[in-house]
């Protein structure tokens, strides 16, 4: 199996920095992209960041110069370095492993894996 798990999040003033961690676990071949996402309730989940597997990063408008995502291939980790950090930057921070190469029980499979989300408050 092929868990995913992320680490980092917490309480921190405006202005402040966080680092979130993301590892994924198992018997892991490949892993094509590395993401994080955000969801605030009532809200859809949102695209912070990601990474290919040839480092090649995205960002949405909103952490442009504030975050920076990168990426430990031999771990199979991401991490999320966030700066400058805005109270609308609160929210719960989820991790996604997107084409993950990995043997499931006896056979290998490709597949998509989320963590269980990390929550970053930013607040005075």
């Known amino acids: 199996q092929v868990q995913v798990v992320e680490s980092g999040g917490g309480l921190v003033q405006p202005g402040g920095s966080l680092r979130l961690s993301c590892a994924a676990s198992?018997?892991?071949?490949?892993?094509?992209?590395m993401a994080w996402y955000r969801q605030i309730p009532g809200k859809q989940r949102e695209l912070v960041a990601d990474i290919t597997s040839g480092f090649v990063t995205s960002y949405t408008d909103s952490v442009k110069g504030r975050f920076t995502i990168t990426r430990d291939i031999t771990k199979n980790t991401v991490y999320l370095q966030m700066n400058s950090l805005k109270p609308e930057d609160t929210a719960v921070y989820y991790c996604?492993?997107?084409?993950?190469?990995?043997?499931?029980?006896?056979?290998?499979?490709?597949?998509?894996?989320w963590g269980q989300g990390t929550q970053v408050t930013v607040s005075s």
């Open positions: 198992g018997v892991i071949f490949r892993i094509n992209v």
């Open positions: 996604k492993a997107v084409g993950v190469r990995a043997q499931i029980r006896t056979v290998v499979a490709e597949g998509d894996y």
